[in-house]
């Protein structure tokens, strides 16, 4: 993701008026907020090497990401704020 996202953040920025740096903090909270394992070949690559049920991992995936939704992106986000990045 940071290879395709990267090359065209300057543009991101200058279509959203934000910073640069935070449209570039703006990738973490998309790759580590996965919805369901198919979204992130490694964790497809554990299930497999790990023998893992499909269905745990999903849930897995759902908890965490309920979980980031919730809580760590109002708190990343009130991180920028204290920084002056928004």
Do not use: H, K
Not at 45 to 61: E, F, K, N, S, Y
Not at 78 to 83: I, K, Q, S, T
């Amino acid at each position: 993701m940071p290879a395709i996202m990267t090359p065209v953040a300057e543009n991101l920025a200058a279509l959203t008026g934000l910073p640069l740096t935070t449209v570039l903090m703006t990738q973490v909270l998309a790759f580590s907020n996965v919805f369901l394992p198919y979204q992130a070949p490694p964790l497809i690559t554990a299930m497999q090497l790990g023998d893992l049920p499909t269905g745990a991992v999903v849930r897995l995936c759902l908890v965490m990401f309920a979980i980031g939704a919730l809580v760590l992106m109002p708190l990343d986000l009130l991180w920028w704020y204290a920084l002056g990045m928004v």
